[in-house]
């Protein structure tokens, strides 16, 4: 019987159906799409954070950046727990099927699409009030600034990558763009962000960008073009009104979970404490962004750096040599900040204790150290130089405050931008100018702050430049410029070669590593940019 009804029913329903086409054409109220869902300052605010969370996808900055470039760079070495693909990037025998390189590719081109596409909406709103005309300025300088970092890492790591810049022609099919229309792009985004984005971000804003991080990628922008003077210009404005930044008086504070909020930042990607299963997945890092993930924005670096943690690669031992130099009166010298960069033995200058701030516990045993269970830190460091608890990271870790992390959910901000570097740059942008005394204050300011000496003079350019390489690779180590910077500097192939002849007695860096290869996934379905590929490179 219920089999003869259902039949009678499907009947009736195929005879209406025929009788009028429309019948089962009923409208969603509740649809949307990108032409109409995007009408007030609450689901453009929605739009724009969406920007935003591309820097905590694969390839970038909830996981993957750290091992890319530190590893690139010769700032981190494998660890034997470092196992797979992520093993590749240390001595260069990656392809263009390379994950991590892939997902850094997707995304950055996520983050201008998203760009591309909240540009377009804007244009079309037109708020009467004031809050929301100020909102909207707000939001095209963020979004334009985005749209110009996802381009300057491009540019950066590949030269010449395909320039999309308008929502409604945002095709697949887009050839490669010349170098130099990509850095007008990065330039002309960056200027608008400045002329939009307002000097501070209070609130529940903070760690929004700002006018203060425009300006620093305009400079940084130039500098990376050699283009000195205009360079030097940008960075000079960060140190004077309307800005307000200081270096950090602490150097540790920048790498804790209070930096969001120190003076030196100027920007940062912000990753907030994991809130538990029911709100997002601790592992989210691995893939599950917007999808599986929720909405965790944490970073696993702490655990996947950590030597009492996962212990997956250790500090460089040519970064761990860079500590040591000769002072103005030419004796050897051990640089303060390796006590603040990594754990070592007292020999390395390194730190050789940690937990000063642990309090006691009962705590069960540790994956490498077992303390004792009834006192508080601090605890000796136990280096050996033999196994897997060598030079170790201190900084973004989390050994000075706790034993162990019990998940990767750090919640300290990765630091993209803070004043020592832009120090630095401006210094640099000066050096190639021949301004030897203006850059010495620069350098001098960054060394002072961490009770290093300060130097008395630059010498020739040439001592200038060696200087101030040394020092970008000391004060910025472990912070993911290193590769950028010895690739712009025309060095890395002379330089890395001679780090890994020592670490692998073989010499991996070839010419064609300064760009990275032009991703699989963009050859598979771009037949523009798959023609335009030299040697299967790039």
């Not at 649809?31 to 970038?60: K, Q, W």
């Not at 630091?415 to 942008?429: S, T």
């Not at 020739?460 to 690779?473: D, F, G, K, P």
């Amino acid at each position: 019987m219920k089999k003869k009804l259902i039949s009678i029913l499907a009947a009736v329903l195929l005879v209406a159906s025929g009788c009028n086409e429309n019948i089962l054409d009923v409208k969603n109220q509740s649809a949307y799409d990108d032409a109409t869902y995007f009408t007030s300052a609450t689901t453009f605010n929605e739009g724009i954070v969406a920007i935003y969370s591309c820097l905590l996808m694969p390839g970038l900055y909830s996981r993957d950046s750290y091992f890319i470039f530190d590893l690139l760079g010769g700032d981190a070495t494998n660890n034997v727990f470092l196992l797979g693909d992520l093993a590749q990037l240390q001595d260069y025998s990656f392809g263009s099927s390379q994950p991590q390189l892939q997902a850094l590719w997707r995304n950055l081109y996520r983050m201008v699409l998203r760009s591309n596409l909240m540009l377009d909406r804007l244009d079309t709103w037109d708020p009467t009030v004031p809050e929301e005309q100020e909102l909207k300025k707000q939001f095209i300088g963020e979004a334009r600034f985005l749209r110009g970092y996802a381009n300057f890492m491009l540019v950066s790591l590949w030269g010449r990558v395909p320039l999309r810049l308008d929502y409604g022609t945002n095709i697949q099919d887009a050839p490669r763009a010349a170098v130099a229309d990509v850095w007008r792009a990065v330039e002309a985004d960056f200027n608008a962000a400045v002329t939009n984005l307002p000097v501070l971000q209070n609130g529940s804003n903070l760690g929004r960008v700002t006018r203060g991080a425009a300006v620093a990628m305009l400079g940084k922008s130039f500098l990376y073009q050699k283009k000195y003077p205009e360079a030097e210009t940008e960075l000079r404005k960060l140190l004077a009104t309307p800005y307000n930044y200081s270096l950090d008086a602490n150097y540790d504070n920048l790498f804790s979970s209070n930096n969001g909020r120190s003076s030196e930042v100027i920007f940062n990607v912000v990753h907030g404490p994991w809130q538990g299963w029911g709100v997002g997945n601790a592992f989210y890092m691995f893939g599950g962004q917007e999808a599986w993930g929720g909405r965790a924005t944490h970073s696993g670096r702490a655990q996947e750096y950590g030597w009492n943690d996962w212990n997956n690669v250790f500090v460089s031992d040519a970064l761990v040599g860079a500590f040591k130099y000769l002072d103005n009166a030419g004796q050897t010298y051990t640089d303060p900040r390796a006590k603040l960069t990594f754990y070592g033995d007292a020999a390395s200058g390194g730190d050789t204790d940690f937990c000063q701030g642990c309090p006691p516990s009962r705590r069960r045993p540790r994956p490498v150290y077992v303390a004792d269970t009834t006192k508080g830190g601090p605890f000796v460091y136990p280096f050996n130089s033999s196994n897997t608890v060598r030079y170790n990271w201190r900084k973004y870790c989390i050994y000075e405050t706790r034993e162990q992390s019990e998940l990767p959910q750090s919640d300290i901000n990765t630091i993209l931008i803070r004043l020592a570097d832009v120090k630095l740059m401006l210094a640099e942008a000066q050096i190639f100018q021949n301004k030897f005394a203006e850059a010495l204050v620069q350098i001098n300011d960054v060394r002072r702050r961490v009770g290093a000496f300060e130097y008395t003079s630059l010498g020739t350019q040439a001592n200038a430049v060696t200087l101030l390489q040394r020092e970008r690779q000391i004060e910025l180590g472990g912070e993911q410029h290193r590769w950028f910077d010895l690739v712009r500097w025309g060095v890395a192939k002379q330089v890395l070669n001679a780090e890994k002849r020592r670490q692998l007695n073989r010499e991996p860096f070839e010419d064609k590593h300064v760009l990275l290869p032009i991703p699989q996934l963009e050859r598979d379905s771009n037949p523009l940019v798959n023609n335009d590929v030299a040697n299967q490179w790039n």
